[in-house]
């Protein structure tokens, strides 16, 4: 029924004695549902003793207050999980928890690593052992730990965490809860997002700043492309990886569908480049209508953006069931249409004889999109000319979207006209890429990961990520 494109995970840290750690992680949390629907899990140290607890389902319905009490300390680490690696159970759900000699911790991924064959292999471990990327993080973390003399200091742990990032390719966004310290890492590239956040007396790392904002914190920075920040007692310090630095590639889809639009990343805010995407859309392919209508609600934006450039009235074409749950798969056409309609009911007195602009962030795999269409003319639409806010999505992502198989991307086996033709639009024009980039970032055009639109990886990938698009 959804074949909107699903995120990896979220993170969050906090290290904050006196406070009530379990609770404000509950919250950072809860800001970052949106990344990850399948599991949500709460990580807690005292100092001495560590708690963990996790399951399938919402933050809202994992956790509530009797549960949240049980977990007390000084510094937690919290997880929302989407699973693009390892399936959806519970044995994957996160924080992954070790014990290793002296050592407890506790460990949070967002992201997906390129390198889990070899790294199993070497780990003398089948992947499917192992469970996901995040658990052979830890292992590696643990076998780190599994040499030399251990005197059970907390730079044992931090060394050991360092000692394990150059072997890991891929994308990367890891929050660690060792007993009386916080790491939070980014991969070199930068492809998922880490913020680091000041409170009175404490300090936060989270996916994304909304999650800062729910908690009482300051921004302060985005964790920077390949570093490691360590947070303890005496404050925050930033370390150097042994690692040759990258071209940084932060996801541009951050930017088009997943985070938040009241989030800043690369020092912009989500809402209005969504809006200047939409701008630069009405400037690429205008056309004569007499509504812009988005696809709730990630679309909104950019066809506020696409109305005030254009001159076009800015009208809601649907409302979106808030409340919908988990996806579900339906059975056959009928059941599929009504599913849609579950999500997305349309407003047929702003559709009913109108030409349309319709903007939608980006086209997957079209079939919900076919269903939302069909509603429209049903509705009495006259005109639908689609506009996206990015270019065709044709090649896998292997950096912690759920889009490995390139042969569910519409875009990499049918052409524009294809794809309008199956849609039943009138038109159909797709954002050029330097648009995109330029509305993201304007005047630098560097710096993004664009694979999935340009087929231009900025790591090597698996072989079979290498296809011929159209
Ligand atoms: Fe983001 Fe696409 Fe790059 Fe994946 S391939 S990280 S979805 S831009």
């Not at 979106?320 to 996806?327: E, H």
């Not at 939302?372 to 090649?395: C, D, F, N, Q």
């Not at 052409?415 to 648009?435: K, M, P, Q």
């Not at 330029?438 to 990520?465: H, M, N």
């Amino acid at each position: 029924m959804d074949d909107s494109p699903k995120e990896a995970c979220g993170v969050f840290g906090l290290y904050a004695p006196g406070q009530p750690v379990s609770h404000m992680t509950y919250l950072g949390l809860f800001a970052l549902q949106h990344r990850g629907q399948e599991a949500a899990g709460i990580a807690v140290s005292d100092g001495h003793k560590m708690w963990v607890d996790k399951d399938t389902g919402l933050v809202s319905t994992v956790f509530d207050d009797r549960r949240l009490q049980t977990l007390q300390g000084d510094l937690a680490i919290g997880h929302t999980r989407y699973s693009t690696t390892g399936s959806g159970d519970w044995s994957n759900c996160q924080p992954v928890y070790r014990d290793a000699r002296r050592h407890q911790f506790a460990l949070a991924h967002n992201g997906n690593l390129v390198n889990t064959a070899e790294l199993s292999a070497e780990l003398g471990m089948p992947y499917d052992g192992i469970g996901s990327d995040s658990a052979l993080v830890a292992e590696l973390v643990a076998r780190e730990l599994s040499v030399g003399e251990l005197h059970g200091e907390s730079e044992e742990v931090i060394e050991a965490f360092i000692a394990t990032l150059p072997q890991i390719s891929g994308a990367f966004s890891l929050v660690l809860l060792g007993s009386d310290f916080l790491i939070g890492a980014r991969d070199p590239q930068g492809f998922r997002p880490l913020f680091l956040g000041k409170l009175d007396d404490g300090w936060v790392l989270a996916s994304e700043t909304p999650a800062l904002d729910v908690v009482g914190a300051e921004v302060v920075r985005e964790i920077a492309p390949g570093e490691v920040v360590v947070i303890d007692e005496n404050g925050v310090h930033a370390r150097t990886l042994n690692q040759p630095a990258a071209e940084p590639a932060l996801c541009s889809f951050e930017f088009v569908y997943f985070a938040r639009p009241d989030g800043n990343l690369l020092g912009q805010n989500v809402h209005r480049v969504r809006r200047r995407m939409g701008q630069a859309l009405a400037r690429q392919a205008p056309v004569q209508a007499d509504a812009v209508v988005p696809i709730p609600e990630s679309s909104v934006p950019g066809a506020q953006g696409y109305a005030e450039a254009s001159g076009i009235p800015f009208v809601d074409g649907f409302v979106k069931n808030r409340y919908i749950g988990r996806t579900f798969i339906a059975p056959n056409q009928e059941l599929r249409s009504n599913a849609v309609r579950i999500k997305l009911n349309p407003i047929r007195e702003n559709i009913d004889g109108q030409r349309l602009v319709v903007v939608e962030d980006s086209i997957i795999r079209a079939t919900t999109l076919r269903e939302t269409m069909r509603m429209m003319r049903a509705a009495g639409a006259a005109e639908i000319h689609l506009r996206v806010l990015s270019p065709p999505y044709k090649w896998p992502c292997w950096f912690g979207m759920d889009t490995t198989d390139q042969s569910k991307l519409v875009a990499s086996h049918m052409s524009v006209e294809e794809i309008r033709d199956y849609l039943g639009a009138d038109s159909l024009v797709y954002l050029d890429i330097d648009a995109m980039v330029e509305a993201i970032t304007p005047g630098s055009q560097g710096g993004l990961c664009t694979a999935c639109l340009s087929g231009d990886y900025p790591i090597p990938v698996p072989d079979s990520a290498i296809t011929v698009a159209k």
